[in-house]
């Protein structure tokens, strides 16, 4: 399987730079697997695409203000730092601009705050931190981390809807961003019509923006993902296996979750699942999704499960239509 298989013609206008205020209004687009069809339909219509009493597995990771913006204590000079994974109480691996001018223990600063950053390992790029309550520093000078196709710096209004409505547990740096259609109105209606929700938690981190840098994309590593699965939902799905019912997984996060478990037998720890066409999907039943960039393992995970041409044609479809592409884009039901 070649990288460039994974290509498509990206019209830049329809990348969405903005969120929908009303997030259940996103348009979906419906693919059904078996029949081969495409249609369209709105979000807030989604149950209309679930079996009867489907499980339907949230990803309830929440993003944290992960870009920080200082100074070189030496010279002044601008240093932006992207927290990617938290190593311990003070010390993240991250992302640095610009890398190349930096050496090793420099010292950055945040005028506006007494957080003070030192570059330990510039080969690794870690960071350690005056503090351990770091945490408490990214709510008042953190900057939501929006994904570098939004051109644009982030605004108040990021701080709401780059976040799902259900999102409990902080770590991650980038929105698992299927979910962020959903309205607590929405899911209590999913709820009173006969589905059942369960959450899992997987922190988004590097393994979401990392290139594909390999033709043969089976040579590509994927980074690793702190993931969670509580011992609540893992009731939920056995006894929906037991009852037959299907397992719809909200984002691509979601059903790296449940097909790691799969795979494992482990409910918690680490994953580097890359699941790209070939794979053989044990757990998950229907796939609710946002669309994806180009030659990313997102777009080799949806291409798995729904079949190459018949994605390939999806997409195609959607920008013919002219939806809205990507984090705070319109939506697709993969059944």
């Known amino acids: ?73 030496r010279t002044g000079g601008e240093v932006e730092i992207f927290l990617l994974k938290k190593l311990d109480d003070n010390r993240y691996q991250a992302l640095l601009r610009p890398l190349k001018r930096l050496k090793d223990k420099e010292r950055i600063v945040f005028p506006e705050n007494h957080l003070v950053a030192c570059l330990e390992d510039r080969e690794k790029c870690i960071v350690s931190f005056n503090t351990k309550n770091v945490t408490a520093h990214l709510s008042k000078i953190g900057h939501i981390p929006l994904p570098p196709y939004i051109k644009r710096r982030d605004e108040p209004v990021d701080r709401k809807f780059y976040q799902t409505v259900y999102a409990q547990k902080p770590g991650s740096v980038a929105a698992p961003t299927a979910g962020l259609h959903f309205t607590k109105r929405l899911l209590k209606k999913l709820r009173k019509d006969g589905h059942v929700v369960g959450s899992v938690t997987l922190h988004v981190n590097y393994a979401t923006f990392k290139p594909v840098g390999e033709e043969d994309i089976s040579k590509h590593k994927m980074y690793e993902e702190d993931y969670q699965i509580p011992a609540t939902t893992i009731a939920k799905i056995k006894k929906a296996q037991s009852e037959g019912r299907k397992i719809v997984a909200v984002g691509t996060t979601s059903c790296r979750v449940l097909e790691t478990w799969a795979n494992t037998g482990e409910a918690g720890g680490t994953t580097h699942l890359f699941i790209y066409p070939g794979y053989t999907f044990k757990m998950t039943d229907i796939l609710v999704t946002n669309f994806h960039q180009p030659f990313t393992t997102l777009l080799m995970l949806v291409y798995a499960f729904g079949g190459m041409e018949l994605m390939k044609r999806a997409y195609q479809e959607a920008i013919d239509r002219k939806y809205r592409l990507f984090s705070y884009g319109d939506a697709m039901v993969v059944k």
Do not use: C, T, W
């Not at 078996?34 to 709105?42: A, F, L, P």
């Not at 149950?47 to 990803?59: E, H, M, T, V």
């Open 1 to 73: 399987m070649k990288l460039s298989d994974f290509g498509y013609f990206l019209p830049q206008e329809l990348i969405a730079q903005r969120p929908l205020l009303k997030r259940e209004a996103a348009r979906l687009l419906v693919v059904d697997r078996q029949r081969e069809k495409i249609s369209h339909d709105v979000f807030s219509h989604i149950g209309r695409y679930l079996p009867f009493k489907s499980l339907i597995i949230l990803n309830d990771s929440k993003v944290i203000p992960a870009r920080l913006l200082g100074r070189r204590a």
